[in-house]
């Protein structure tokens, strides 16, 4: 059985991911109210923000719901989803936020519970029938607790129901592998911890060895 695994980008910094996606290294781009402040944007720019990635050919946009109620969420979580088919809708972990995943799902949009901290919650996100959820490893250890055995119990109870986790809070390439080795396929990161995926100094040496060599063979 193949294994389809998959980095995000979890940023707005559009430079940043403009080159990841032209590089062809991220399968597209998470973002939530807070990446959107860290990227001096707001929800104000979502459209915006939409197209050009779309454009750069990010397979799956992420943009989340908002609102202080069920009904105020619905609604900014249907405006989003009629961005394009490219959207992920994404709803907190929350009472309102499953009531706006549960309405999503029923009208075909592709939803992502975020924020996950409970194996209840992974599980209902499940029975709602929503596409991703999304624990957060790094905060689950700042808080004291096992993260990758929590994401990993995650895992397991929403395998095969079509739900998938997309693990999130990862801020060393150690935390992608250590969540991958316990089967977890998709995992969003900031563009630096995707970039430091791809390092090794031994391969870098390599690398140099190996340019020596042909240029020796190309002398006179
Ligand atoms: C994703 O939605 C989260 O905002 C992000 O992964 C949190 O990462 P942090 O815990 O390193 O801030």
């Not at 807070?34 to 799956?60: C, F, K, Q």
């Not at 194996?119 to 689950?140: E, F, H, K, N, S």
């Not at 119990?153 to 079509?162: D, E, I, K, N, R």
């Amino acid at each position: 059985m193949t294994r389809e695994l998959r980095f995000y980008a979890d940023s707005a910094n559009v430079e940043e991911i403009s080159a990841l996606l032209a590089d062809g290294l991220v399968h597209g781009v998470t973002t939530n109210p807070t990446i959107l402040e860290r990227g001096r944007r707001s929800v104000r720019d979502i459209p915006e923000l939409y197209a050009r990635w779309e454009a750069e050919g990010a397979r799956e946009i992420f943009f989340q719901a908002w609102g202080d109620s069920a009904k105020t969420m619905i609604g900014n979580a249907e405006r989003l989803a009629a961005l394009g088919s490219r959207v992920v809708v994404k709803v907190p972990a929350t009472r309102d936020g499953f009531t706006t995943a549960a309405a999503l799902v029923s009208a075909g949009a592709t939803v992502l519970v975020t924020a996950v901290y409970a194996q209840a919650q992974a599980l209902a996100a499940a029975t709602v029938g929503v596409r991703y959820i999304a624990p957060y490893l790094g905060r689950l250890n700042d808080a004291g607790r096992e993260g990758v055995a929590e994401i990993s119990a995650m895992q397991s109870l929403v395998q095969g129901s079509g739900t998938d986790v997309l693990a999130a809070s990862l801020r060393t390439p150690d935390d992608i592998v250590s969540l991958a080795e316990v089967g977890v396929p998709f995992f969003t990161a900031a563009p630096a911890v995707i970039l430091a995926a791809l390092y090794s100094e031994v391969s870098d040496r390599s690398a140099e060895d190996f340019e020596a060599a042909v240029a020796r063979g190309l002398q006179d």
